[in-house]
């Protein structure tokens, strides 16, 4: 394993980790809301998809939604460049 290879899959981790902590705070935060509405301590698929709507336009929410947004074309970036380069190098060229 070479240093590059090292270094895009730490950094791709590093991405990941902060994706994924920032999506699990995003559904924490849409049960939360969703039981504080319904009452109900067990949400339905109804409010999840009701509080995504209100997440996609509250103005209060704009910031962790472009972060989440940001952190996904990261990734989806990455997984891609990954993807070439090991496409690359089964092709016998160059790193």
Known sequence: MNTGLIIRLVTMAL???AWAGL???TLFLFR???????GAG???TGGFIR???FWLKNPADRKDRQTLFF??????????IQAMV????AAGGID
């Open 42 to 44: 067990i949400p339905s």
């Open 71 to 80: 952190l996904t074309a990261v990734l989806i970036a990455m997984a891609a």
């Open 51 to 53: 509080q995504l709507g």
């Open 23 to 25: 999506m699990f705070r």
């Open 86 to 89: 090991a496409g690359n190098e």
């Open 32 to 38: 939360e809301r969703e039981v504080e509405r319904s």
């Open 15 to 17: 991405v990941f980790l």
